[in-house]
């Protein structure tokens, strides 16, 4: 399985920016799919997730800016993000969990915020 993640670039404080991640080919065992980011000299961190069944979970820094949602059928996941801020410059990875344990990762797209 490869996840094919796009969206990411340069935002001004305050601004916008989606991202979306694609799977190569239909899962039928998906737990959940998820974003993650790495910013330079931190450990990589959770930043929103998705199950099967539509539940969300966000860390606390982006919960209120970000959403993410999920197409099914398209097994692609989104993840909007508002109001950024500098703090949210990272590297951005997908991520797929199946029912088995084993994660996917994708490629990692940079969001960069800044004036």
């Known amino acids: 399985v490869q996840l094919q993640a796009s969206g990411g670039g340069l935002v001004q404080p305050g601004g916008s920016l989606s991202l979306s991640c694609a799977a190569s080919?239909?899962?039928?065992?998906?737990?959940?799919m998820g974003w993650y980011r790495q910013a330079p000299g931190k450990q990589r961190e959770m930043v929103a997730r998705i199950t099967n069944r539509g539940s969300t979970t966000y860390a606390d820094s982006v919960a209120n800016r970000f959403t993410i949602s999920r197409d099914v059928v398209k097994n692609t996941a989104y993840l909007q993000m508002h109001n950024l801020k500098s703090e949210d410059t990272a590297v951005y990875y997908c991520n797929l969990l199946m029912m088995s344990g084993v994660h996917y990762w994708g490629q990692g797209t940079q969001v960069t915020v800044s004036s």
């Open positions: 080919r239909r899962i039928s065992s998906i737990r959940d």
